[in-house]
Structures are given as C-alpha cells and as structure tokens.
Nanobody, 121 residues
Framework: QVQLAESGGGFVQTGGSLRLSCAAS????????MGWYRQAPGKQREFVAR???????YYRDSVKGRFTISRDNAKNTVYLQMNSLKVEDTATYYC???????????????WGEGTPVTVSS
C-alpha cells in the first residue's frame, strides 16, 4: 500500500502563487510517474502535469509557462509550483503516483484525497 500526503492548497488572488506538495510513503520499489490532476465543481477531473522518473515533464496547454512540476526522488515527493494563477485554476487538485511494487513487473496507480485551490478575482 502507498499513502499520499498532499499539502499547499488554499486561497489566493488572481496572479498569485501556490506550491502544492505530495509525499508518498509505503512499501514499493520505485515511483515511475508522479503527477497532478484537478477537478472543478461540476466538471470532470483533468490532467494538469506529470513528471517521469527520469524527470521528463508534461503539462496541459492552459498551464504551460505558469506551472512547474518537480520531484525529489529521495523524499518520494512531487511539487507543483503554480504562478500567475487565474480564476479558472480553481479546483481540487489531486496527486497521482504510479508505483512499481517490490518484486513486481507491473505498475499501480494511487490517488491522494485532494487539496482545494481557490483563486479569487
């Protein structure tokens, strides 16, 4: 089992910044992919950003140039630095990790409980 501890959400005005963190703990061989998704009220969950074990990064178009994802493999932690926040970034942000269990050749996805981000105009 893997536990995910998210932090960093909150309230911010348009143009402000927030930094989300998600620390993974548990018994696993390594984490292949760490990422963030978000879900606004009344909308489907959508991809925001992800980073591979080799630190390749991918972003949804609407956050490119404003959000930066990074990871600390020693701490099994992923970060999402969010700058120039817009009202439309308001959502609950969910951490997602894809891990390889010990002595396994398959991968398992885990989700955090979500941390809310509210951007006011």
């Amino acid at each position: 089992q893997v536990q995910l501890a998210e932090s960093g959400g909150g309230f911010v005005q348009t143009g402000g910044s927030l930094r989300l963190s998600c620390a993974a703990s548990g018994d696993f061989a390594h984490i292949e992919i760490m990422g963030w998704y978000r879900q606004a009220p009344g909308k489907q969950r959508e991809f925001v950003a992800r980073i591979t074990r080799l630190e390749s990064t991918y972003y949804r178009d609407s956050v490119k140039g404003r959000f930066t994802i990074s990871r600390d493999n020693a701490k099994n932690t992923v970060y999402l630095q969010m700058n120039s926040l817009k009202v439309e970034d308001t959502a609950t942000y969910y951490c997602n990790v894809r891990v390889v269990p010990r002595e396994a050749i398959y991968e398992v996805d885990y989700w955090g409980e979500g941390t809310p981000v509210t951007v006011s105009s």
